[in-house]
């Protein structure tokens, strides 16, 4: 059982940013049986549906939510078993929980998120 652990969320001023980084119990990447194995980061505002930010997957491609294309950017530490989440030039539509969430060997893993919140 793979377990995922958020943090950097807190209150930020609208221009701002922010890292949120995603700590995993056991490596997604490596060892892997399915090149398809992914992290993610998710978001969900009040009365919303969770939906995708980010994802980066075994091979590196990322791929972004039209939103945050050009200010947000997923990266890995492999050695960390840790995926980050920069945040630039948020904006008060970014206010939400974000969740990290794990894709490996088709089984899927979520954090329990961290709230973002952007004061305009």
């Known amino acids: 059982q793979v377990q995922l652990v958020e943090s950097g969320g807190g209150l930020v001023q609208a221009g701002g940013s922010r890292r949120l980084s995603c700590a995993a119990s056991?490596?997604?990447?490596?060892?892997?049986?399915?090149?398809?194995?992914?992290m993610a980061w998710y978001s969900q505002a009040p009365g919303n549906q969770r939906e995708l930010v980010a994802r980066?997957?075994?091979?590196?491609?990322?791929d972004y939510a039209d939103s945050v294309k050009g200010r947000f950017t997923i990266s890995r530490d492999n050695a960390k078993n840790t995926v980050y989440l920069q945040m630039n030039n948020l904006k008060p539509e970014d206010t939400a929980v974000y969740y990290c969430q794990a894709v490996r060997d088709i089984r899927i893993y979520w954090g329990q998120g961290t709230q973002v919140t952007v004061s305009s």
């Open positions: 980066i997957f075994t091979n590196g491609n990322t």
């Open positions: 056991e490596s997604i990447f490596s060892k892997s049986i399915f090149n398809s194995n992914s």
